[in-house]
């Protein structure tokens, strides 16, 4: 390995911190088992059942004096809410993400910032890093977070609209009366 990663206690659910200070020119490689016990918690912040499984394999590539890209790719296994019964779905879900991270520094290389041109992606706008640390295990949190269904439904099951009838009182109390769920 040519750069340091620890787990480490912290308030993040699941953390795996690299020293990028460490971080040679060829890629970080690295591959995230989690715990029972940071599946856990993770699922408790993401307000799902159950994450049974969930690994990640991180590249990290130094671009550069001042930048950073992760490639990762993830893997996990979750149990999810119906929206309309709140019985369980299970899901499986596989993403795959790329961040660019830069040191927010005033001068680098002799070059002041502002006489720099930097070419960004429209649609992967870098991070500012304000230390020589990244946690690349909250970015596969971040990312599972993102890849989940956010209205998941058990299969079979739809939403039956309210039916108004003319004249009918317009409380809101009214319509929830009217609500039905189908099986």
Request: net charge negative; hydrophobic share 40%; charged share 25%.
């Amino acid at each position: 390995m040519n750069a340091t990663m620890t787990a480490e206690c912290s308030s993040a659910e699941l953390t795996r911190i690299v020293e990028l200070g460490t971080l040679a020119e060829e890629p970080l490689r690295v591959t995230i088992f989690t715990s029972a016990a940071e599946r856990d918690t993770l699922c408790k912040r993401l307000e799902l059942i159950e994450i049974s499984e969930l690994d990640s394999e991180v590249t990290i590539t130094r671009r550069g004096p001042t930048r950073v890209r992760v490639d990762a790719k993830l893997a996990a296994v979750v149990v999810q809410s119906c929206v309309i019964t709140l019985e369980p779905v299970p899901a499986t879900v596989e993403e795959s993400f790329t961040q660019e991270f830069f040191y927010e520094t005033s001068v680098s290389d002799g070059v002041p910032n502002s006489e720099r041109e930097v070419w960004v992606d429209p649609g992967n706008e870098p991070e500012v890093l304000t230390d020589d640390r990244l946690d690349v295990g909250e970015l596969v949190a971040q990312n599972l977070s993102l890849a989940l269904d956010p209205y998941p439904r058990k299969q079979g099951v739809s939403f039956v609209a309210i039916q108004t009838v003319e004249n009918a009182p317009t409380t809101a109390f009214a319509a929830l009366a009217e609500l039905k769920i189908a099986d």
